[in-house]
């Protein structure tokens, strides 16, 4: 299980294109609370597929919501 703080929860609810189903999981952990392993697994490939669409500047470098999304992307791995 991963655990989702506030501010996680909020960022991707902003960013992320989501599954209706996906959304009302985080919205019902917004206060905190924990996703399965292959929950993680959706929301890291949708990480992954954004931060190649907004995670970078011109010069190749990291928006602001490329930084995020990296780190979401860390947060939700499951070694």
């Known amino acids: 299980m991963i655990r989702l703080n506030r501010d996680d929860v909020l960022f991707i609810l ?20 924990e996703i399965s392993d292959d929950q993680a697994d ?7 597929n954004r931060l190649d669409e907004i995670g970078f500047d011109e010069n190749y470098e990291l928006t602001t ?15």
């Open 14 to 33: 902003t960013i992320l294109p989501l599954t209706p189903d996906m959304s009302q999981v985080l919205q019902a952990i917004y206060e905190g609370g």
């Open 42 to 48: 959706e929301l890291r490939d949708c990480c992954t």
């Open 65 to 79: 919501e490329g930084k995020k999304l990296e780190q979401l992307i860390d947060k939700l791995f499951i070694g």
